[in-house]
Protein backbone atom coordinates (compact mmCIF):
# COMPACT_ATOMS: atom_id res chain seq x y z
CA UNK A 1 0.00 0.00 0.00
CA UNK A 2 1.37 3.56 0.57
CA UNK A 3 2.26 6.69 -0.39
CA UNK A 4 3.93 8.37 -3.63
CA UNK A 5 4.62 12.36 -3.31
CA UNK A 6 1.85 13.35 -5.17
CA UNK A 7 0.71 16.59 -6.67
CA UNK A 8 -2.34 18.49 -5.53
CA UNK A 9 -5.63 17.73 -6.71
CA UNK A 10 -6.53 17.28 -10.10
CA UNK A 11 -7.11 20.62 -11.15
CA UNK A 12 -8.76 21.28 -14.42
CA UNK A 13 -5.40 21.25 -16.58
CA UNK A 14 -4.94 22.29 -20.04
CA UNK A 15 -5.18 18.62 -21.49
CA UNK A 16 -6.02 16.50 -18.78
CA UNK A 17 -6.46 12.48 -19.05
CA UNK A 18 -10.42 11.17 -18.42
CA UNK A 19 -11.04 8.77 -17.55
CA UNK A 20 -14.25 6.76 -19.04
CA UNK A 21 -13.53 3.78 -16.76
CA UNK A 22 -13.97 -0.11 -17.06
CA UNK A 23 -15.26 -0.71 -20.18
CA UNK A 24 -17.17 -4.40 -20.93
CA UNK A 25 -15.11 -6.45 -23.20
CA UNK A 26 -11.48 -3.90 -22.54
CA UNK A 27 -8.68 -5.49 -23.89
CA UNK A 28 -5.77 -7.00 -21.38
CA UNK A 29 -2.64 -6.53 -20.54
CA UNK A 30 -0.54 -8.16 -17.97
CA UNK A 31 -2.07 -6.30 -15.31
CA UNK A 32 -5.88 -7.54 -16.27
CA UNK A 33 -8.19 -5.32 -18.00
CA UNK A 34 -6.87 -1.58 -19.27
CA UNK A 35 -9.41 1.21 -18.64
CA UNK A 36 -10.47 3.78 -21.26
CA UNK A 37 -9.41 7.39 -21.51
CA UNK A 38 -9.85 10.09 -23.48
CA UNK A 39 -8.02 13.42 -23.81
CA UNK A 40 -9.53 16.28 -22.82
CA UNK A 41 -9.41 20.02 -22.95
CA UNK A 42 -11.36 22.56 -21.14
CA UNK A 43 -13.61 19.73 -19.84
CA UNK A 44 -15.06 18.95 -23.46
CA UNK A 45 -13.16 15.51 -25.16
CA UNK A 46 -10.40 16.07 -27.96
CA UNK A 47 -9.10 13.38 -30.17
CA UNK A 48 -10.19 9.23 -29.68
CA UNK A 49 -10.94 7.30 -26.78
CA UNK A 50 -7.70 4.88 -26.45
CA UNK A 51 -7.23 1.86 -23.78
CA UNK A 52 -3.87 1.76 -21.78
CA UNK A 53 -2.49 0.56 -18.58
CA UNK A 54 -4.66 0.60 -15.06
CA UNK A 55 -1.98 -0.03 -12.90
CA UNK A 56 1.38 1.71 -14.60
CA UNK A 57 0.69 5.44 -15.15
CA UNK A 58 4.36 5.23 -17.00
CA UNK A 59 4.41 3.65 -20.14
CA UNK A 60 8.34 2.56 -19.46
CA UNK A 61 6.90 -0.21 -16.49
CA UNK A 62 3.41 -0.81 -19.37
CA UNK A 63 3.27 0.10 -22.20
CA UNK A 64 0.12 -1.62 -22.97
CA UNK A 65 -1.74 1.03 -25.69
CA UNK A 66 -4.96 0.62 -28.20
CA UNK A 67 -7.19 3.16 -29.40
CA UNK A 68 -10.72 1.72 -28.66
CA UNK A 69 -12.17 2.14 -32.28
CA UNK A 70 -8.49 0.23 -33.82
CA UNK A 71 -8.97 -3.55 -35.37
CA UNK A 72 -6.68 -5.76 -34.00
CA UNK A 73 -5.42 -8.82 -36.18
CA UNK A 74 -5.71 -11.87 -35.31
CA UNK A 75 -1.89 -12.45 -35.15
CA UNK A 76 -1.64 -9.37 -32.84
CA UNK A 77 -4.48 -10.66 -30.71
CA UNK A 78 -2.33 -13.87 -30.62
CA UNK A 79 1.06 -12.34 -29.97
CA UNK A 80 -0.63 -10.33 -27.35
CA UNK A 81 -1.96 -13.20 -25.73
CA UNK A 82 1.48 -15.23 -25.74
CA UNK A 83 3.35 -11.90 -24.33
CA UNK A 84 0.65 -11.95 -21.29
CA UNK A 85 1.03 -15.30 -20.57
CA UNK A 86 5.06 -14.70 -20.41
CA UNK A 87 4.85 -12.10 -18.51
CA UNK A 88 2.76 -13.86 -15.34
CA UNK A 89 4.94 -14.83 -11.97
CA UNK A 90 6.82 -17.97 -12.90
CA UNK A 91 5.09 -19.75 -9.96
CA UNK A 92 1.28 -20.30 -9.40
CA UNK A 93 0.33 -19.50 -5.97
CA UNK A 94 -0.34 -22.85 -5.24
CA UNK A 95 3.15 -24.13 -6.03
CA UNK A 96 4.21 -20.88 -4.02
CA UNK A 97 2.39 -22.39 -0.90
CA UNK A 98 3.93 -26.00 -1.52
CA UNK A 99 6.87 -24.50 -1.41
CA UNK A 100 6.48 -22.84 2.02
CA UNK A 101 5.40 -25.96 3.48
CA UNK A 102 8.99 -27.38 2.55
CA UNK A 103 10.88 -24.28 3.15
CA UNK A 104 10.02 -24.33 6.96
CA UNK A 105 10.97 -27.53 7.25
CA UNK A 106 14.61 -26.68 6.48
CA UNK A 107 17.01 -26.17 9.22
CA UNK A 108 18.54 -22.74 9.35
CA UNK A 109 21.55 -23.23 7.54
CA UNK A 110 19.37 -24.24 4.39
CA UNK A 111 16.97 -21.72 4.12
CA UNK A 112 17.82 -18.82 1.75
CA UNK A 113 16.05 -15.73 -0.29
CA UNK A 114 17.48 -14.42 -3.46
CA UNK A 115 17.71 -11.03 -3.43
CA UNK A 116 17.73 -10.67 -6.92
CA UNK A 117 14.95 -12.92 -7.88
CA UNK A 118 13.21 -11.99 -4.65
CA UNK A 119 12.07 -15.39 -3.91
CA UNK A 120 12.80 -18.48 -1.40
CA UNK A 121 15.53 -20.67 -2.49
CA UNK A 122 14.81 -24.14 -1.83
CA UNK A 123 18.22 -26.93 -1.95
CA UNK A 124 17.63 -27.80 -5.30
CA UNK A 125 17.83 -24.00 -6.63
CA UNK A 126 20.64 -22.73 -5.43
CA UNK A 127 22.65 -23.71 -8.10
CA UNK A 128 20.89 -21.66 -10.62
CA UNK A 129 21.49 -18.91 -8.45
CA UNK A 130 24.86 -19.44 -7.04
CA UNK A 131 25.62 -15.73 -8.73
CA UNK A 132 23.10 -13.76 -7.40
CA UNK A 133 23.31 -11.87 -4.04
CA UNK A 134 21.07 -13.73 -0.98
CA UNK A 135 20.22 -13.71 2.26
CA UNK A 136 20.70 -17.03 4.57
CA UNK A 137 19.33 -18.23 7.90
CA UNK A 138 16.10 -17.37 7.35
CA UNK A 139 14.21 -17.04 10.57
CA UNK A 140 10.98 -17.84 11.19
CA UNK A 141 10.40 -14.50 12.38
CA UNK A 142 11.65 -13.01 9.22
CA UNK A 143 9.50 -15.52 7.28
CA UNK A 144 6.20 -13.84 9.40
CA UNK A 145 7.24 -10.19 8.41
CA UNK A 146 7.53 -10.43 4.24
CA UNK A 147 6.86 -6.99 4.26
CA UNK A 148 10.68 -6.61 5.40
CA UNK A 149 12.15 -9.08 3.98
CA UNK A 150 11.02 -8.10 0.70
CA UNK A 151 12.42 -5.02 -0.97
CA UNK A 152 10.60 -2.04 -2.41
CA UNK A 153 9.63 -2.29 -5.76
CA UNK A 154 11.20 0.34 -8.04
CA UNK A 155 8.14 1.70 -9.47
CA UNK A 156 6.41 3.74 -7.37
CA UNK A 157 3.22 4.72 -9.37
CA UNK A 158 2.25 0.73 -9.27
CA UNK A 159 3.07 -0.61 -5.97
CA UNK A 160 3.78 2.46 -3.67
CA UNK A 161 6.10 0.58 -1.68
CA UNK A 162 5.50 2.52 1.74
CA UNK A 163 4.67 0.82 4.39
CA UNK A 164 3.16 2.07 7.45
CA UNK A 165 5.11 3.15 10.36
CA UNK A 166 4.58 0.62 13.40
CA UNK A 167 3.28 3.55 15.21
CA UNK A 168 0.39 4.21 12.72
CA UNK A 169 -0.20 0.60 12.00
CA UNK A 170 -0.18 -0.12 16.22
CA UNK A 171 -3.23 2.21 16.36
CA UNK A 172 -4.90 1.35 13.53
CA UNK A 173 -5.32 -2.30 15.11
CA UNK A 174 -5.89 -1.23 18.21
CA UNK A 175 -8.75 1.17 16.51
CA UNK A 176 -10.30 -1.73 14.52
CA UNK A 177 -9.86 -3.91 17.94
CA UNK A 178 -11.60 -1.35 20.53
CA UNK A 179 -14.53 -0.98 17.17
CA UNK A 180 -15.19 -4.58 17.46
CA UNK A 181 -14.32 -5.98 14.54
CA UNK A 182 -13.47 -9.25 13.40
CA UNK A 183 -12.71 -9.39 9.59
CA UNK A 184 -10.48 -7.22 8.06
CA UNK A 185 -9.84 -7.06 4.09
CA UNK A 186 -6.58 -5.47 3.59
CA UNK A 187 -6.31 -4.00 0.36
CA UNK A 188 -2.78 -2.82 -0.68
CA UNK A 189 -1.82 -3.10 3.63
CA UNK A 190 0.44 -5.67 3.48
CA UNK A 191 2.16 -4.87 6.57
CA UNK A 192 -1.89 -4.35 8.52
CA UNK A 193 -2.41 -7.85 7.62
CA UNK A 194 1.34 -9.23 8.75
CA UNK A 195 0.65 -7.49 11.99
CA UNK A 196 -2.59 -9.26 12.31
CA UNK A 197 -1.44 -12.68 11.08
CA UNK A 198 1.78 -12.69 13.43
CA UNK A 199 -0.54 -11.44 16.54
CA UNK A 200 -2.71 -14.65 15.41
CA UNK A 201 -0.24 -16.89 15.24
CA UNK A 202 0.96 -15.86 18.64
CA UNK A 203 -1.95 -15.36 21.20
CA UNK A 204 -4.63 -17.93 21.48
CA UNK A 205 -7.45 -15.40 22.28
CA UNK A 206 -6.77 -12.73 19.10
CA UNK A 207 -9.45 -13.34 16.84
CA UNK A 208 -9.09 -10.77 14.42
CA UNK A 209 -8.53 -12.12 10.93
CA UNK A 210 -7.59 -10.95 7.73
CA UNK A 211 -7.17 -11.09 4.24
CA UNK A 212 -4.67 -9.07 2.10
CA UNK A 213 -5.56 -8.40 -1.47
CA UNK A 214 -2.21 -6.48 -2.87
CA UNK A 215 -0.86 -6.22 -6.95
CA UNK A 216 2.33 -7.65 -5.44
CA UNK A 217 2.54 -11.37 -6.13
CA UNK A 218 5.79 -11.99 -3.71
CA UNK A 219 3.29 -11.81 -0.58
CA UNK A 220 2.11 -15.45 -2.39
CA UNK A 221 5.34 -16.82 -0.89
CA UNK A 222 4.17 -16.39 2.58
CA UNK A 223 0.43 -16.34 2.56
CA UNK A 224 -1.76 -19.32 1.80
CA UNK A 225 -4.68 -19.02 -0.72
CA UNK A 226 -7.42 -17.96 1.98
CA UNK A 227 -4.58 -15.12 3.24
CA UNK A 228 -4.08 -13.59 -0.18
CA UNK A 229 -4.96 -12.40 -3.12
CA UNK A 230 -3.33 -11.46 -5.98
CA UNK A 231 -5.31 -8.40 -6.92
CA UNK A 232 -5.23 -5.23 -9.13
CA UNK A 233 -7.66 -2.30 -7.14
CA UNK A 234 -7.34 -0.19 -10.47
CA UNK A 235 -9.64 -2.30 -12.23
CA UNK A 236 -10.90 -4.53 -9.78
CA UNK A 237 -9.11 -7.55 -11.37
CA UNK A 238 -8.58 -10.68 -9.50
CA UNK A 239 -5.27 -12.54 -11.12
CA UNK A 240 -6.46 -15.72 -9.31
CA UNK A 241 -9.92 -15.65 -11.47
CA UNK A 242 -13.78 -17.07 -10.41
CA UNK A 243 -11.46 -19.08 -7.40
CA UNK A 244 -9.77 -15.84 -5.76
CA UNK A 245 -12.84 -13.97 -6.21
CA UNK A 246 -14.90 -16.59 -4.29
CA UNK A 247 -12.24 -16.53 -1.54
CA UNK A 248 -12.83 -12.84 -1.20
CA UNK A 249 -16.80 -13.04 -1.35
CA UNK A 250 -16.73 -15.89 1.42
CA UNK A 251 -14.29 -13.88 3.83
CA UNK A 252 -16.64 -10.94 3.17
CA UNK A 253 -19.89 -12.83 4.04
CA UNK A 254 -18.60 -14.70 7.10
CA UNK A 255 -20.95 -13.89 10.39
CA UNK A 256 -23.34 -12.82 7.80
CA UNK A 257 -21.88 -10.09 6.56
CA UNK A 258 -21.35 -8.04 10.22
CA UNK A 259 -18.25 -7.20 11.81
CA UNK A 260 -16.03 -6.42 8.63
CA UNK A 261 -14.45 -3.79 7.58
CA UNK A 262 -12.37 -2.94 4.64
CA UNK A 263 -8.48 -1.05 5.07
CA UNK A 264 -7.63 0.12 1.64
CA UNK A 265 -3.95 2.14 1.63
CA UNK A 266 -3.72 3.26 -2.30
CA UNK A 267 -0.92 4.48 -4.32
CA UNK A 268 -1.43 8.50 -3.89
CA UNK A 269 -0.55 8.62 -7.71
CA UNK A 270 -3.40 6.79 -8.79
CA UNK A 271 -6.44 7.74 -10.33
CA UNK A 272 -9.00 9.00 -7.75
CA UNK A 273 -12.03 7.54 -10.00
CA UNK A 274 -10.53 4.12 -10.61
CA UNK A 275 -9.84 3.33 -7.72
CA UNK A 276 -13.90 4.30 -6.21
CA UNK A 277 -15.23 2.24 -8.67
CA UNK A 278 -13.21 -0.58 -7.84
CA UNK A 279 -14.31 -0.05 -3.68
CA UNK A 280 -17.99 0.32 -4.79
CA UNK A 281 -17.35 -3.21 -6.88
CA UNK A 282 -15.92 -4.57 -3.56
CA UNK A 283 -18.72 -3.48 -1.76
CA UNK A 284 -21.60 -4.71 -4.18
CA UNK A 285 -19.55 -7.95 -3.62
CA UNK A 286 -20.22 -7.91 0.33
CA UNK A 287 -23.78 -6.86 -0.56
CA UNK A 288 -24.57 -9.79 -2.65
CA UNK A 289 -23.64 -11.61 0.18
CA UNK A 290 -26.48 -10.15 2.53
CA UNK A 291 -29.26 -12.47 2.95
CA UNK A 292 -31.90 -10.10 3.89
CA UNK A 293 -32.61 -7.03 1.47
CA UNK A 294 -32.37 -4.52 3.85
CA UNK A 295 -31.54 -1.47 3.82
CA UNK A 296 -30.32 -1.00 0.26
CA UNK A 297 -27.66 1.94 0.87
CA UNK A 298 -25.75 0.16 3.83
CA UNK A 299 -21.51 0.29 2.75
CA UNK A 300 -19.11 -1.58 4.32
CA UNK A 301 -17.01 -0.07 7.10
CA UNK A 302 -14.11 1.33 5.30
CA UNK A 303 -11.03 3.06 5.81
CA UNK A 304 -9.54 4.86 2.98
CA UNK A 305 -5.89 6.04 3.93
CA UNK A 306 -5.24 9.50 1.28
CA UNK A 307 -3.66 12.78 1.60
CA UNK A 308 -6.26 15.22 3.01
CA UNK A 309 -5.73 17.51 -0.51
CA UNK A 310 -7.93 14.78 -2.09
CA UNK A 311 -10.68 15.12 0.43
CA UNK A 312 -13.46 16.53 -2.33
CA UNK A 313 -12.65 13.94 -4.86
CA UNK A 314 -12.87 11.26 -2.69
CA UNK A 315 -16.37 13.09 -1.01
CA UNK A 316 -17.92 12.91 -4.71
CA UNK A 317 -17.59 9.77 -4.71
CA UNK A 318 -18.53 8.19 -0.99
CA UNK A 319 -20.77 11.43 0.28
CA UNK A 320 -20.89 9.21 3.37
CA UNK A 321 -17.32 9.66 4.18
CA UNK A 322 -15.58 12.12 6.35
CA UNK A 323 -12.34 12.89 7.15
CA UNK A 324 -10.31 11.91 10.34
CA UNK A 325 -7.24 13.99 11.44
CA UNK A 326 -5.27 11.47 12.39
CA UNK A 327 -1.57 11.60 10.47
CA UNK A 328 -1.08 8.23 9.03
CA UNK A 329 3.23 7.99 8.71
CA UNK A 330 5.00 6.00 7.10
CA UNK A 331 8.32 4.02 7.18
CA UNK A 332 10.67 4.71 4.07
CA UNK A 333 9.48 7.85 3.29
CA UNK A 334 11.25 11.36 4.10
CA UNK A 335 8.03 13.47 3.72
CA UNK A 336 5.52 11.69 5.09
CA UNK A 337 7.30 11.34 8.91
CA UNK A 338 5.02 12.22 11.89
CA UNK A 339 5.29 15.65 13.57
CA UNK A 340 9.47 17.23 14.58
CA UNK A 341 11.77 15.46 12.94
CA UNK A 342 10.00 14.53 9.30
CA UNK A 343 10.62 17.44 7.28
CA UNK A 344 6.57 18.55 7.74
CA UNK A 345 3.91 17.10 8.87
CA UNK A 346 2.35 13.84 7.25
CA UNK A 347 -0.38 14.78 4.73
CA UNK A 348 -2.24 11.18 5.26
CA UNK A 349 -5.09 10.72 6.87
CA UNK A 350 -8.22 8.57 7.21
CA UNK A 351 -11.42 8.71 5.21
CA UNK A 352 -14.27 6.41 6.33
CA UNK A 353 -17.94 6.04 6.87
CA UNK A 354 -18.14 4.92 10.60
CA UNK A 355 -19.24 7.77 12.69
CA UNK A 356 -16.55 9.86 13.32
CA UNK A 357 -17.32 10.25 17.33
CA UNK A 358 -16.28 6.55 17.51
CA UNK A 359 -12.31 7.27 15.92
CA UNK A 360 -10.58 8.17 19.27
CA UNK A 361 -7.36 9.02 18.72
CA UNK A 362 -4.79 9.65 20.85
CA UNK A 363 -4.16 12.36 23.14
CA UNK A 364 -0.39 11.33 23.86
CA UNK A 365 -0.07 12.36 20.36
CA UNK A 366 -1.95 15.92 20.37
CA UNK A 367 -5.02 14.43 19.69
CA UNK A 368 -8.11 16.34 21.43
CA UNK A 369 -12.03 15.76 21.53
CA UNK A 370 -14.30 18.68 20.15
CA UNK A 371 -17.94 18.64 21.79
CA UNK A 372 -19.40 20.47 19.33
CA UNK A 373 -18.21 18.78 16.04
CA UNK A 374 -18.71 15.19 18.35
CA UNK A 375 -15.33 14.37 17.13
CA UNK A 376 -11.75 13.99 17.66
CA UNK A 377 -9.29 16.70 15.95
CA UNK A 378 -5.83 17.68 16.14
CA UNK A 379 -4.73 19.82 19.33
CA UNK A 380 -3.39 22.92 16.70
CA UNK A 381 -7.49 22.22 15.31
CA UNK A 382 -9.02 25.58 16.28
CA UNK A 383 -13.06 25.53 16.60
CA UNK A 384 -14.06 28.35 14.56
CA UNK A 385 -17.20 30.16 15.50
CA UNK A 386 -18.22 31.42 11.84
CA UNK A 387 -17.53 28.03 10.11
CA UNK A 388 -19.03 26.38 13.31
CA UNK A 389 -16.88 23.39 12.52
CA UNK A 390 -12.97 22.36 13.80
CA UNK A 391 -11.71 23.50 10.06
CA UNK A 392 -7.80 22.77 9.84
CA UNK A 393 -7.27 19.99 7.53
CA UNK A 394 -3.33 20.49 8.13
CA UNK A 395 -2.71 20.14 12.17
CA UNK A 396 -2.19 23.93 12.04
CA UNK A 397 -4.62 26.62 12.82
CA UNK A 398 -5.97 27.93 9.87
CA UNK A 399 -7.58 31.78 10.16
CA UNK A 400 -11.18 32.77 8.98
CA UNK A 401 -11.43 34.90 6.07
CA UNK A 402 -14.40 37.17 6.18
CA UNK A 403 -14.47 37.16 2.28
CA UNK A 404 -14.12 34.01 1.11
CA UNK A 405 -16.63 32.88 4.18
CA UNK A 406 -14.25 30.19 5.09
CA UNK A 407 -11.37 29.41 7.13
CA UNK A 408 -7.72 29.29 5.34
CA UNK A 409 -4.53 27.94 5.56
CA UNK A 410 -2.69 30.68 8.05
CA UNK A 411 -0.01 31.65 5.20
CA UNK A 412 -2.56 32.41 2.70
CA UNK A 413 -4.16 36.26 2.45
CA UNK A 414 -6.77 37.53 0.68
CA UNK A 415 -6.48 38.45 -2.81
CA UNK A 416 -8.43 40.91 -4.36
CA UNK A 417 -7.69 40.53 -7.76
CA UNK A 418 -8.24 36.86 -7.63
CA UNK A 419 -11.08 37.32 -5.36
CA UNK A 420 -10.20 34.36 -2.99
CA UNK A 421 -7.55 33.65 -0.30
CA UNK A 422 -4.36 32.74 -1.55
CA UNK A 423 -0.06 32.41 -1.21
CA UNK A 424 1.38 35.78 -1.15
CA UNK A 425 3.44 35.10 -4.10
CA UNK A 426 1.12 33.92 -6.49
CA UNK A 427 0.55 35.04 -10.11
CA UNK A 428 -3.06 36.57 -10.62
CA UNK A 429 -5.44 35.36 -12.52
CA UNK A 430 -6.59 38.88 -13.40
CA UNK A 431 -2.66 40.00 -14.42
CA UNK A 432 -4.23 42.88 -16.37
CA UNK A 433 -5.50 44.12 -12.84
CA UNK A 434 -1.84 44.90 -11.70
CA UNK A 435 -1.27 46.32 -8.62
CA UNK A 436 -2.47 44.81 -5.55
CA UNK A 437 -2.27 48.32 -3.73
CA UNK A 438 -3.76 51.04 -6.23
CA UNK A 439 -5.46 48.62 -8.97
CA UNK A 440 -3.97 50.47 -11.61
CA UNK A 441 -2.29 48.18 -14.75
CA UNK A 442 1.75 48.08 -15.48
CA UNK A 443 3.36 47.96 -11.96
CA UNK A 444 3.40 45.75 -9.28
CA UNK A 445 3.20 46.28 -5.63
CA UNK A 446 6.69 47.03 -4.99
CA UNK A 447 7.07 49.74 -7.37
CA UNK A 448 4.37 51.00 -6.85
CA UNK A 449 4.25 55.21 -7.19
CA UNK A 450 1.31 55.64 -4.20
CA UNK A 451 3.85 54.36 -1.34
CA UNK A 452 6.60 56.30 -0.22
CA UNK A 453 9.95 54.66 -0.31
CA UNK A 454 12.37 55.15 2.14
Known amino acids: GGAMAAAGPEGPRPAALTLLGPAPGAPCCPHGPALLFVKTSHGKEE ?3 FYACSACRDRKDCNFFQ ?5 VSETRLAA ?7 HQPSFTHRQNVDRYKNFVL ?8 CQECQQLLLPAEWEKHSDHQFLCDITTAQLKSPSQLLYPLENKKTNAQYLFADRSCQFLLNLLIDLGFRRVLCVGTPRLHEMIQSK ?19 YSQFYTEDEFCHYNMFNHHFFGGEAARETCRKFLYEENGERVIMVTDPPFGGLVEALACSFKKLMAMWKQTEKEVGDDNKEVPMFWIFPYFFESRILDFFPSFSMMDYQVDYDNHALYKHGKTGRRQSPVRIFTNLTPSMIALPEEEGY ?3 TVCQRYVSSGNQHCEICNSCTSKDGRRWKHCVLCRKCVKPSWFHCNNCNCCTLQKHSCEKTEVGC ?4 KAGHKRSACPSLSHT
Open 47 to 49: GRR
Open 106 to 113: LPLSKRRF
Open 80 to 86: REEYNRN
Open 368 to 370: RFC
Open 200 to 218: ASREEEFSIRSLLLDIDFR
Open 67 to 71: WEDEK
Open 436 to 439: FVCG
